[in-house]
C-alpha cells in the first residue's frame, strides 16, 4: 500500500499534529500536514451529456485515504482535466 502525504501549508514546529477530522476546520487545513495511507485507488471512466447535446467521455480517479488513526478515512477525487491523461 502507499503512503500519500496531503500538504496544505507549514505546520508550526511544536504543535501537534491534527487528525484527518479535524481538517473539516478550514484554518486547520490551511496550516496543517497529514500523513495518510492510501487504502484503495480506482481509475473511472465514465461519461456525461452536454447541455448542447453531445456526449463527453472523460476519467477520475479515486482513492480511500486512511489516517493513523483507522476509523478516520476519507475518499479523494481527482478528474481528469483538460484531457490531459499522462496528469491524472
Known sequence: ??????????????AEAPQLAELLN?????TSDIELKVIRSEMIKYSYKLKQGGEVESQKVQVVLQSKIADQYCLGVAKLQ???SREL
Open 26 to 30: 478550514p484554518e486547520a487545513g490551511r
Open 1 to 14: 500500500m502507499a503512503t500519500a502525504v496531503v500538504t496544505a501549508g507549514a505546520a508550526t514546529e511544536h
Open 82 to 84: 483538460k484531457k490531459d
